[in-house]
């Protein structure tokens, strides 16, 4: 079950790490860090469902909330991939 209240210092976290990856920088940083996580992958070893959950937590971290953007998401990946043909 997803948390939706937050405290304090759990904001505070959240705007700071938002604050880094929202950056050109920080966005390059996320998308090296998602990818060596094994967050676009499929996995299957117990280490790499580790390393990807941590993936989603880091995600959760900066704000994202993949379930309630899951479409958004999921559209705006369709659109890229009818962008590539």
Known sequence: ???????????????????LFTSPEGKKVLTWMLTDMGFFDQVTTPEAVTLRNYAVRLLEQVGVNI???????????????????
């Open 1 to 19: 079950m997803k948390r939706t209240a937050y405290t304090e210092d759990e904001a505070i976290v959240r705007d700071e790490y938002r604050a």
């Open 67 to 85: 379930e309630k953007n899951a479409y958004a998401m999921t559209s705006r990946i369709v659109d890229m991939a009818a962008q590539e043909d």
